[in-house]
């Protein structure tokens, strides 16, 4: 994957550490993968009193949130309720740091909602290395006081299992080769892919399940494996009027300027093309992109105001040549092939072809794409690898939308979540209806059934869902005993992944992972026997309710 040659604090504390240079470490919990769920997987469970060795692929933690360079996309009622407590301090210490440390308007540091990108799909769309340092705050104490081992650029290659538990998980250095044994009372996969679940055997899928099996509308006939939504290599851009940043010539941009997406139903034409399939209607649509026009325009959305992640009216004048605007758009979406599923090699050629794909598109904005005055191209757009923090300008790490996912003993089905499913599942009108209640809830979301288009060739599904639980029997494999997802890879399918795979949510779904493996820790009960038990459910429940979980929703309509 992406990395880059850049060392952040974190890095250079957790370089620092004696635990670290062992080539064998013990701790209480191991967490492989320190992306948004990982990182709030060992906060949780370094708030209980364990030990954690926390592993990353890249050299920064948080995951969507940083490396894949994503702002958060969040529910209309984040700023009240509907995540944990945590969750909540992570998004007010980003408007802190913006505060503390940022040449802020009078105007913009007086909002007690600022957003510093005012981008127009999230309340809180900033910069990447903004979430880092909050992170990175975060954890710095635990770290400092040896409770926390932080493997950065390291990637889990072997499990060591006996019969349904893991004994030992080695790790490879992505600089030095180095490898290390984590040995672990219980191992939680937070990687991007799920990774653990491939090298430790456990019961998992892939892809798109068959509606014979799940019963869910929007299901695939026949099972689908090698169905993946697609995955997105995030940049930056800013925009300098009167200035040539253009890129060179990327080696596949001919492919690319000619490529049209083969999907059912049509995408509407090529893909580096303004035009693209409307999500929830799949009608063509008409994308508008102005780097120049600070207002949303009439019936159209501004590619440039969307994932906006600086806006540059919100700091002091001179502070910002320009606003920062963060590409993740529809077209950028791979859909040639997967980052699993295959060899190696299939993987990293399809990373690649996904880079040449970004390049292409910003070549194409740059020098070709119609712009409203009837020109083209925008050759003001800089891409902004300072703010990627890499050299090649690009993410360090793709944004990934689907991973690997556990056989659960509570599985997730379109007819729980989804509006329409749900209300021919109970026969409530849409104005009744609720989505299914868990009585072993550790949280909640809520987000759209929002499907990309996937590497099986299918368009957009995105249909309304219901403000959703999140059942601890998700979060239990049908077998592995020690073994917890704390990502993406919970007990979903391929469709309701879709309204799972958010940044609150995994934070959710993470954080109950960790704190349910201190549980089982203190209380010697496996989360197995913590759940079967009601008596023992209820005081887990509580202790989560104490540190700040959301276990329910209020009354609420369907998204």
Same mark, same amino acid.
């Given at each position: 994957?992406?990395?880059?040659?850049?060392?952040?604090?974190?890095?250079?504390?957790?370089?620092?550490?004696?635990?670290?240079?062992?080539?064998?470490?013990?701790?209480?919990?191991?967490?492989?993968?320190?992306?948004?769920?990982?990182?709030?997987?060992?906060?949780?469970?370094?708030?209980?009193?364990?030990?954690?060795?926390?592993?990353?692929?890249?050299?920064?933690?948080?995951?969507?949130?940083?490396?894949?360079?994503?702002?958060?996309?969040?529910?209309?009622?984040?700023?009240?309720?509907?995540?944990?407590?945590?969750?909540?301090?992570?998004?007010?210490?980003?408007?802190?740091?913006?505060?503390?440390?940022?040449?802020?308007?009078? #105007?913009?540091?007086?909002?007690?909602?600022?957003?510093?990108?005012?981008?127009?799909?999230?309340?809180?769309?900033?910069?990447?290395?903004?979430?880092?340092?909050?992170?990175?705050?975060?954890?710095?104490?635990?770290?400092?006081?040896?409770?926390?081992?932080?493997?950065?650029?390291?990637?889990?290659?072997?499990?060591?299992?006996?019969?349904?538990?893991?004994?030992?998980?080695?790790?490879? +250095?992505?600089?030095?080769?180095?490898?290390?044994? &984590?040995?672990?009372?219980?191992?939680?996969?937070?990687?991007?892919?799920?990774?653990?679940?491939?090298?430790?055997?456990? #019961?998992?899928?892939?892809?798109?399940?068959?509606?014979?099996?799940?019963?869910?509308?929007?299901?695939?006939?026949?099972?689908?494996?090698?169905?993946?939504?697609?995955?997105?290599?995030?940049?930056?851009?800013?925009?300098?009027?009167? #200035?040539?940043?253009?890129?060179?010539?990327?080696?596949?941009?001919?492919?690319?300027?000619?490529?049209?997406?083969?999907?059912?139903?049509?995408? =509407?034409?090529?893909?580096?093309?303004?035009?693209?399939?409307? =999500?929830?209607?799949?009608?063509?649509?008409?994308?508008?992109?102005?780097?120049?026009?600070?207002?949303?325009?009439?019936?159209?959305?501004?590619?440039?105001?969307?994932?906006?992640?600086?806006?540059?009216?919100?700091?002091?004048?001179?502070?910002?040549?320009?606003?920062?605007?963060?590409?993740?758009?529809?077209?950028?979406?791979?859909?040639?092939?997967?980052?699993?599923?295959?060899?190696?090699?299939?993987?990293?050629?399809?990373?690649?072809?996904?880079?040449?794909? +970004?390049?292409?598109?910003?070549?194409?904005?740059?020098?070709?794409?119609?712009?409203?005055?009837?020109?083209?191209?925008?050759?003001?757009?800089?891409?902004?690898?300072?703010?990627?923090?890499?050299?090649?300008?690009?993410?360090?790490?793709?944004?990934?939308?689907?991973?690997?996912?556990?056989?659960?003993?509570?599985?997730?089905?379109?007819?729980?979540?989804?509006?329409?499913?749900?209300?021919?599942?109970?026969?409530?009108?849409? #104005?009744?209806?609720?989505?299914?209640?868990? =009585?072993?809830?550790?949280?909640?979301? +809520?987000?759209?059934?929002?499907?990309?288009?996937?590497?099986?060739?299918?368009?957009? &599904?995105?249909?309304?869902?219901?403000?959703?639980?999140? =059942?601890?029997?998700?979060?239990?494999?049908?077998?592995?005993?020690?073994?917890?997802?704390?990502?993406?890879?919970?007990?979903?399918?391929?469709?309701?992944?879709?309204?799972?795979?958010?940044?609150?949510?995994?934070?959710?779904?993470?954080?109950?992972?960790?704190?349910?493996?201190?549980?089982?820790?203190?209380?010697?009960?496996?989360?197995?026997?913590?759940?079967?038990?009601?008596?023992?459910?209820?005081?887990?429940?509580?202790?989560?309710?104490?540190?700040?979980?959301?276990?329910?929703?209020?009354?609420?309509?369907?998204?």
């Amino acid at each position: 994957m992406m990395v880059s040659t850049r060392r952040s604090f974190l890095a250079l504390l957790a370089a620092a550490s004696g635990r670290a240079a062992s080539s064998e470490i013990s701790c209480d919990v191991a967490i492989l993968g320190g992306g948004v769920g990982g990182t709030a997987a060992a906060l949780a469970a370094l708030r209980l009193g364990m030990s954690v060795t926390l592993t990353e692929t890249t050299d920064w933690v948080g995951g969507q949130l940083t490396s894949q360079g994503v702002p958060p996309d969040e529910h209309p009622w984040i700023e009240s309720f509907g995540s944990t407590r945590l969750y909540r301090e992570y998004r007010s210490k980003v408007r802190a740091r913006y505060r503390r440390d940022y040449p802020l308007t009078a #105007e913009a540091r007086a909002h007690p909602a600022l957003n510093p990108g005012n981008g127009s799909v999230s309340r809180l769309t900033h910069e990447p290395r903004v979430s880092l340092a909050v992170l990175e705050s975060l954890l710095a104490p635990h770290l400092g006081g040896g409770r926390l081992t932080l493997l950065l650029e390291h990637h889990p290659v072997a499990a060591d299992v006996d019969g349904d538990r893991v004994r030992a998980v080695r790790v490879r +250095s992505r600089t030095s080769g180095a490898q290390k044994t &984590i040995r672990a009372q219980y191992f939680l996969d937070a990687t991007e892919l799920g990774d653990l679940l491939a090298i430790a055997g456990v #019961e998992h899928v892939v892809g798109a399940e068959a509606q014979r099996d799940t019963g869910e509308p929007h299901a695939p006939s026949q099972a689908q494996p090698d169905n993946h939504q697609a995955f997105t290599v995030c940049f930056a851009v800013s925009h300098h009027a009167g #200035e040539d940043h253009s890129i060179d010539r990327p080696a596949d941009y001919a492919f690319w300027r000619d490529y049209t997406p083969p999907l059912r139903p049509p995408w =509407p034409g090529k893909l580096l093309a303004w035009p693209y399939s409307n =999500p929830v209607t799949l009608e063509p649509r008409e994308l508008f992109f102005d780097p120049t026009l600070q207002t949303r325009r009439e019936g159209s959305l501004n590619l440039w105001l969307y994932r906006r992640i600086a806006d540059k009216l919100n700091f002091l004048p001179g502070s910002y040549a320009g606003d920062i605007c963060l590409v993740n758009w529809p077209q950028n979406d791979y859909l040639l092939g997967n980052l699993f599923g295959g060899s190696d090699g299939d993987a990293l050629r399809h990373l690649e072809a996904a880079k040449q794909l +970004s390049l292409s598109l910003l070549y194409w904005m740059q020098t070709a794409a119609p712009r409203p005055d009837g020109g083209a191209g925008w050759p003001g757009l800089r891409l902004r690898g300072d703010v990627m923090g890499t050299e090649d300008g690009l993410a360090k790490h793709p944004y990934v939308r689907e991973s690997r996912r556990i056989r659960a003993e509570v599985t997730i089905l379109e007819q729980h979540v989804g509006t329409e499913a749900r209300m021919a599942e109970t026969g409530l009108s849409r #104005e009744e209806v609720a989505a299914a209640s868990y =009585p072993d809830s550790v949280g909640v979301g +809520s987000y759209r059934l929002d499907l990309h288009p996937s590497t099986g060739g299918d368009n957009y &599904i995105d249909v309304s869902s219901l403000p959703f639980q999140i =059942p601890l029997g998700a979060l239990l494999p049908v077998r592995m005993e020690n073994v917890l997802p704390a990502a993406k890879n919970l007990g979903v399918t391929h469709i309701t992944n879709g309204c799972y795979r958010l940044h609150p949510v995994e934070w959710g779904i993470g954080e109950a992972a960790g704190a349910l493996a201190a549980e089982a820790i203190r209380t010697r009960q496996s989360p197995r026997a913590i759940r079967a038990d009601a008596g023992r459910l209820r005081d887990f429940q509580r202790s989560l309710e104490s540190q700040g979980f959301e276990l329910a929703w209020p009354r609420l309509t369907p998204r």
